[in-house]
């Protein structure tokens, strides 16, 4: 017959054994900061969501970023959806729907924290480029004619929001690192925390009365920029290459 151990440890709720006193008061100091972080990270987020929503942008809930005890006290970072089991750890989306209210907006982030996400599509396609080629299109003489807003994600990923519903020329589309979010896909939106830092703006949204860039526009300006223009602008793109 197996006799209890009269001194073993008890486990707390999250799995880390609590039989020093200062490790676990410490663990539930660090539990108190993170529940005040999260209600102030969802404050903003919520705002930033209901702000997208009142230009008739779509928004939707995305995984929030949160971390846990785990397995020798260290703490693991990775975007929780709410659905059990999901074994992504990376920003992706709730199944929570989209909705383009302001109201409704304010509704889904009561509770949590969630990343913005901005559906595509719908109010505008986005151009994910790589960081030197969106430097180099922002800076483009002919971007002034082809304004829009422009986000920057950590891991130095440019976004631009252009017009929806046209494709990617053939020549950027071969063009390693270049994307096009359409329908049935998305982006986080600023001020989302994703790993490695926010999603800021780069140019935002009030800048150009909330109206995304002509698409060809600005594809024309970065084929330029990465070789594939017309041979005029060769000067330009030696330059562009001298800083990259």
């Not at 959806?81 to 302001?102: D, M, Q, R, S």
């Not at 180099?136 to 004619?145: I, K, N």
């Not at 986000?151 to 440019?158: I, M, N, S, T």
């Not at 063009?175 to 703006?201: C, E, I, M, T």
């Amino acid at each position: 017959m197996q006799v209890a151990d009269p001194v073993a440890e008890p486990d707390d709720a999250q799995g880390v054994r609590c039989g020093d006193v200062v490790l676990c008061a410490l663990l539930s100091e660090l539990d108190w900061q993170e529940t005040i972080m999260l209600s102030w990270e969802r404050s903003r987020l919520r705002k930033a969501a209901g702000r997208y929503a009142a230009h008739g942008w779509p928004v939707r809930p995305g995984a929030f970023l949160t971390a846990r005890h785990a397995v020798g006290h260290a703490r693991q970072r990775r975007f929780h959806c709410g659905t059990p089991g999901c074994p992504t750890v990376a920003c992706h989306p709730t199944g929570l729907p989209v909705t383009f209210g302001e109201e409704a907006a304010a509704a889904l982030w009561q509770e949590h924290p969630y990343t913005v996400l901005l559906p595509t599509g719908y109010a505008f396609d986005v151009l994910e480029v790589p960081a030197a080629l969106g430097r180099a299109t922002l800076l483009a003489d002919g971007f002034e004619a082809a304004r829009g807003p422009v986000a920057v994600a950590p891991g130095e990923r440019w976004m631009f929001l252009v017009l929806p519903g046209h494709g990617l020329l053939p020549e950027l589309s071969a063009h390693p690192g270049v994307l096009l979010h359409g329908q049935d896909s998305w982006v986080p939106a600023p001020p989302s925390p994703q790993f490695g830092g926010r999603v800021r703006w780069e140019l935002p949204p009030d800048a150009h009365s909330w109206k995304p860039a002509e698409p060809y526009a600005v594809q024309a300006l970065m084929l330029d920029a990465i070789g594939a223009g017309p041979p005029s602008t060769a000067v330009r793109r030696t330059a562009w290459r001298a800083v990259a």
